[in-house]
């Protein structure tokens, strides 16, 4: 059992920066394959970053690459994503999910899920 719990959410300006923080329970967060996903209103959830368990792989959805970076500090137990260069259509609930699996990319891949964090970006 992982519990993820989100944090660094809030209202930033275009062209502005957050980082998220997903704090996860337990002594397997190494052996787990790291997500971010995100879910506007009115929109499925979709992919955003997601990084394999020794951090030595990384992959973005098209849209955040460049702006995006996500990374684990497997000592911690805690993944990042670091969000630059905001725009509005960024604005979501951002989620910390964590997977067994081996691909990353579908949602249904992931076993534990955190509660979210709101990311608004004001133009």
């Known amino acids: 059992q992982v519990q993820l719990v989100e944090s660094g959410g809030g209202l930033v300006q275009a062209g502005g920066s957050l980082r998220l923080s997903c704090a996860a329970s337990?002594?397997?967060?190494?052996?787990?394959?790291m997500g971010w996903f995100r879910q506007a209103p009115v929109k499925e959830r979709e992919f955003v970053a997601a990084?394999?368990?020794?951090?030595?792989?990384?992959y973005y959805t098209d849209s955040v690459k460049g702006r995006f970076t996500i990374s684990r500090d497997n000592a911690k137990n805690t993944v990042y994503l670091q969000m630059n260069s905001l725009k509005p259509e960024d604005t979501a609930v951002y989620y910390c999910?964590?997977?067994?699996?081996?691909?990353?990319?579908?949602?249904?891949?992931?076993?534990?899920w955190g509660q979210g964090t709101q990311v608004t970006v004001s133009s």
């Open positions: 337990g002594r397997t967060f190494s052996s787990y394959t």
């Open positions: 999910a964590a997977s067994l699996g081996y691909g990353p990319f579908r949602s249904y891949e992931y076993n534990y």
């Open positions: 990084i394999r368990r020794n951090g030595g792989s990384t």
